[in-house]
């Protein structure tokens, strides 16, 4: 695979925290713009840990990482949250802040970035109305079901139109139907050109979205157990 | 446009206002209550001893040793010398009383020489080398001794107390700024998740910054402001009694307008201080994370 259309590279990354073992090892593959990823593997393979390294949470301890054409070894401090204003991120445990709304915690991405506030207030309502959740814009966090957190995390995530969406079991807590309206929606943001990236152990989901890739990670590594996978993971499609 | 450090109402909400009442208004409150005590102590020692020196430059004591009986004959003469302001003989009396205070009632059956006393005030830029030869030419025994050394010992205390003073002010200073960079700290802690969900979405450090750059200055002001109001208040209890009375030895006030506007000005200074200083814990603290 070339570098065209590339949006993310990883080259022999390694990861560890602290002087434990390596909790990534030896990743090499690279996302196109534009594409719909699936990042499966068992509990404490390294999924969340990968993410991270995504959305730039952390950084490796070996290897380089290139993001949006960037390798992230030469890119200054202060150069970080131009690029992660074009990251979108759907924490596994939501990480909304208790003591906002949900409109501002929707909000804040906008806010961050400096847009004027008519402008944050229209689109933060057509966000909420997406998810679902007009009626609960000034409802705390610590107020909202798990699904409707859920909804609002996902919201943040998507309001700046990223061009990486990182998701970290985005449909765990909500039921088939929000599962379904949600997948829609990352779909919807993949058409428009958003590369989306989701960790998930949901097998059905993955099913259910054709033309996705996916990539598994077993033990700090990326593995391809059915033989049916390309290593650096490529579209499904062209595999089947 | 909005200034850059200024915050907006949402910017403002971004850490939670519960959080806000913390110690450290009341640290810096004491803190602040401390340092004006101090402070006015010091200038108005300092003061004190400037306005001593300048009393007793020149004023100067002739004593010509056992000439009871010849202070009036000594102080015309002396009144006579050019470069003398005034002249006055200590009455016999007086002197007789300070001896009785250094040496007791048996001094006065003790047949000591006492000798006679003039207190004399020279004009500006007089010659007291040129003013001592003159009056020896009368009275040969003469001595021209200075207030001013007399009561330098005291001058010098006077002044390494305000010197002690300033110290005092600066330690107390530089606890505070430690003071400071602890809450900034255990503010950075308790509001990790929000610092995290802001810097994931895109937040620059400033952005962080400018948030507890809010808060601690807020919390100096007003914590600042309650101490020095609270020192104020004491200062002027004290100025009604005992400072008054020191006042109106020295002949005048001892804290001057220009002293009191230093001490009006230590609460935002101190505030300004606190708010470089949790500004620079915060960020080296930001620049750690990933």
């Known amino acids: 695979?070339?570098?065209?259309?590339?949006?993310?590279?990883?080259?022999?990354?390694?990861?560890?925290?602290?002087?434990?073992?390596?909790?990534?090892?030896?990743?090499?593959?690279?996302?196109?713009?534009?594409?719909?990823?699936?990042?499966?593997?068992?509990?404490?393979?390294?999924?969340?840990?990968?993410?991270?390294?995504?959305?730039?949470?952390?950084?490796?301890?070996?290897?380089?990482?290139?993001?949006?054409?960037?390798?992230?070894?030469?890119?200054?401090?202060?150069?970080?949250?131009?690029?992660?204003?074009?990251?979108?991120?759907?924490?596994?445990?939501?990480?909304?802040?208790?003591?906002?709304?949900?409109?501002?915690?929707?909000?804040?991405?906008?806010r961050i970035a400096g847009h004027a506030e008519d402008d944050i207030e229209t689109a933060t309502n057509e966000m909420l109305g997406w998810v679902g959740l007009s009626d609960r814009a000034g409802a705390r966090p610590p107020t909202l079901s798990g699904g409707e957190q859920q909804r609002v995390a996902i919201a943040r995530a998507v309001i700046g139109r990223p061009d990486l969406l990182v998701a970290d079991e985005p449909t765990g807590n909500v039921d088939a139907e929000m599962a379904r309206r949600l997948m829609h929606l990352f779909g919807a943001l993949n058409r428009l050109g958003t590369t989306v990236v989701i960790a998930t152990h949901d097998i059905g989901l993955i099913g259910e979205t054709p033309g996705a890739t996916l990539i598994r990670l077993e033990k700090g590594g990326i593995v391809d157990p059915t033989g049916g996978l390309a290593h650096p993971p490529v579209r499904r499609g062209e595999n089947a | 446009m909005r200034p850059q450090w200024a915050l907006t109402a949402a910017e403002r909400q971004l850490l939670p206002a519960g959080r806000r009442r913390g110690p450290t208004r009341g640290l810096i409150a004491i803190m602040m209550f401390v340092m004006v005590i101090v402070a006015a102590a010091g200038l108005a020692i300092g003061n004190a001893a400037a306005l001593l020196s300048q009393a007793t430059e020149a004023r100067y004591s002739i004593q010509l040793p056992g000439g009871a009986g010849q202070g009036d004959a000594l102080a015309r003469a002396a009144r006579d010398l050019d470069g003398v302001r005034s002249a006055r003989a200590v009455p016999e009396e007086e002197v007789n009383e300070t001896l009785d205070r250094w040496l007791g009632p048996?001094?006065?059956?003790?047949?000591?020489?006492?000798?006679?006393?003039?207190?004399?005030?020279?004009?500006?830029?007089?010659?007291?080398?040129?003013?001592?030869?003159?009056?020896?030419?009368?009275?040969?025994?003469?001595?021209?001794?200075?207030?001013?050394?007399?009561?330098?010992?005291?001058?010098?205390?006077?002044?390494?107390l305000g010197w002690v003073a300033a110290s005092l002010v600066i330690l107390v200073g530089v606890a505070a700024g430690a003071a400071v960079v602890l809450a900034a700290r255990a503010a950075l802690a308790a509001n990790r998740d929000t610092i995290d969900v802001m810097h994931g979405v895109g937040a620059t450090d400033e952005q962080v910054v400018r948030l507890f750059q809010y808060r601690i200055a807020l919390d100096s002001l007003v914590g600042g402001a309650l101490g020095a109001g609270l020192a104020a208040l004491v200062l002027l209890l004290v100025s009604a009694s005992g400072l008054a009375i020191a006042g109106r030895m020295a002949g005048q006030a001892l804290l001057f307008p220009v002293d009191l506007l230093m001490l009006a000005l230590l609460p935002l200074g101190g505030a300004l201080l606190a708010t470089l200083v949790a500004r620079r814990a915060v960020l080296v603290s930001l620049r750690a994370l990933p």
């Open chain 2, 106 to 160: 048996a001094a006065r059956e003790a047949d000591l020489p006492v000798p006679a006393l003039v207190e004399v005030e020279f004009d500006d830029n007089a010659d007291a080398k040129a003013i001592e030869t003159a009056l020896r030419s009368e009275f040969a025994d003469a001595m021209l001794v200075a207030n001013r050394s007399t009561i330098q010992p005291l001058l010098r205390s006077l002044r390494a």
């Open chain 1, 1 to 110: 695979m070339g570098t065209a259309g590339v949006i993310v590279s990883f080259e022999s990354v390694g990861l560890r925290y602290g002087t434990g073992a390596e909790i990534l090892r030896d990743l090499d593959f690279k996302l196109v713009a534009g594409g719909l990823y699936f990042l499966t593997g068992p509990s404490g393979a390294g999924k969340t840990s990968l993410l991270k390294l995504l959305y730039l949470a952390q950084r490796p301890t070996r290897g380089r990482i290139s993001l949006f054409g960037q390798p992230l070894d030469e890119v200054d401090r202060n150069a970080l949250p131009g690029l992660r204003r074009r990251i979108g991120i759907v924490y596994q445990d939501f990480r909304l802040i208790d003591h906002l709304s949900a409109f501002d915690n929707v909000a804040l991405p906008l």
